[in-house]
C-alpha cells in the first residue's frame, strides 16, 4: 500500500488540491485517511477488487490470454462511497440547506425531504409564476 499511496494518491490528491485553488473549488478532504485501513486487501475493503469490477461491468482486456482486467478495479465500492457521501455532506449540507431556505421555489426542495414552517422564504406559490405540474 505504501507504493500505491506515495506514488498514485499522494500526487493525485496534490493535484485535486492544486486545482481547488486554481478554479476557486471547495475542497472535500479527509478521504484518503479514512479509506487507509480499507484497502483492497482489508476484510472490510472499501474497493472494487478486479474480480469486483470484472463481475459488474466486464473486462477492458484479457493479460496473457487469461486474466481478465478492468478500470473498475480500484474504485470505490458501496462501502466506499457511503463514506465520500458523508464527507461531501459535511461541506456541501450546509450549503444546501441555506439555498433551500432561501428559495421562493418549493420545487427545489428534494421529494421526501422534511421542510420546517417559515424555513421557505416564500410558502405559498407566487400566483404569476407558471403552473406545476
Known sequence: MFFIRRHLIE???QAVKTAAG????????????D???HGYVAR???FRTNTDAVARQGH???VFGVFKTSSGAVHPN???HRNISRHLL???GPRVRQLVAQSTCRQLTPPGTQV???ELKDEQPDADADPVD
Open 22 to 33: 486554481k478554479f476557486n473549488w471547495q475542497l472535500v478532504g479527509g478521504l484518503s485517511q
Open 35 to 37: 479509506f487507509i485501513t
Open 116 to 118: 420546517q414552517p417559515g
Open 78 to 80: 458501496e462501502l466506499g
Open 11 to 13: 500526487p493525485l490528491n
Open 90 to 92: 459535511d461541506v456541501m
Open 60 to 62: 477492458n482486456e484479457i
Open 44 to 46: 472490510d475493503r472499501w
